[in-house]
């Protein structure tokens, strides 16, 4: 492990951001040579869309393992019913408010659409032949009655949900109905089965650590093809831009008005001292990108400057690095939202809710590390048809976005420590 550190001279996050303007270079380059698009297409893209299918195969197994894991951290289902009733239900309310500023946003302000519809009208008819498919099977759905959703949410079976990267509902379902009766069985019978998960689960997410340290070949190649398909169009980068200061302005309306508000509602707290109390958990969580690194120091802040007692700090705070991403959750509506406006795809009414209710469920299974929606992110664009190829126009720029969201999503866990703790 120290080896490793000591050969890495240059942090991921810059290297793809390299690999982002290396992509780029590529892209114009081969605009100029005969052959050159169909050299990036054939030679280059093909890596990127490696990169994307590797993200898209870890995807449910890291949110079956990640959530079983975390539904058996629950330990004893009498501790589960007495605060964890109440902690889950804020939980969720919190992210479902969270992905209704984000989706208001991206809607309000459309970043994507800046690019200049002209000059990628071709590669936009392509992308909604692929999106009207999935666009018409929500209508369907929608038209079958109000209850049709459950249909999507539970599975008839296990391995045809597992098999479809956009069943990810049903994947969550059967994790969390596995993991709740799991709890109720006798815990020297589960220890072997907790052991299993433990295991698997450290595995998987060595696995996504090393598909990330791939991303800045996949970007460079995935920013190469699309600038060949953009046909070298620059608009595209003012609608990055535009993306990016949308995605910090929400982060920083939670962190400076909503989690403000809740305090001073909820709980009999100063709000300047929540803030003082945070600042270190925020500035640790902003430089390490990893809620689950910064458990530690959350735990140590909340317990100690916040006095939330330790019964409620470990359990509230653990669960809620697993379960409880605002940030987020936010960001990924403002992304999701993004990557179908650059690509021209008109989202229906019933595929915005879908995007609302996919990207509450998917900030569950986000493990807390650096790019850990990356994977998640992937299954919300397939679900909605939207193709996840787009993914590689806002990874160049994301490390700052997820440094940002990391912050957010401490102190959305502790903001629900101390009400949980103050009632
Ligand atoms: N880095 C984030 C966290 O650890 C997860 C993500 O949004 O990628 O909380």
Redesign the pocket.
Known sequence: MLEKKKRETTPLYLQILLGMIAGIAIGIIALHFTKGVQFTQHWIYPWGKIFIRLLQLIAIPLVFISLVKGVLGLKDIGKFSRIGGRTIVIYICTTVIAVLLGVSMGLLIKPGKLVDKTQIIHIQEDYQSIASEKKLEAEQAHNQGPLAFLDDIVPNNFFKAASDNSKMLQIIFFAVFFGIAALTILPVKVKPVLDLFDGLNDIILRMVDYIIRFAPVGVAALMAGLLTDFKGDLSIFSALGVYFLTVIAALFILILFFYPLLIRCFTSMNVKKFMKAMYPVQLF?FT???????LPVTMEAVEKDLEVSQETAGFVLPVG?TIN?D??SC??AIAVLFIAQVLGIDLSLMQILIIIGMTVLS?IG?????????V?LTMVLTSVGIPAEGLALILGI?RPL??L??SV??TGDAVVATIIDKK
Request: aromatic letters at 6%.
């Open positions: 969580a390490t990108s990893s809620s689950a690194a910064t690095v991403m940030g987020t960001y990924q900030s986000t493990p807390g590390i650096p790019g850990g929606s990356y998640i994301d997820d440094m969201r990391t999503n401490v």
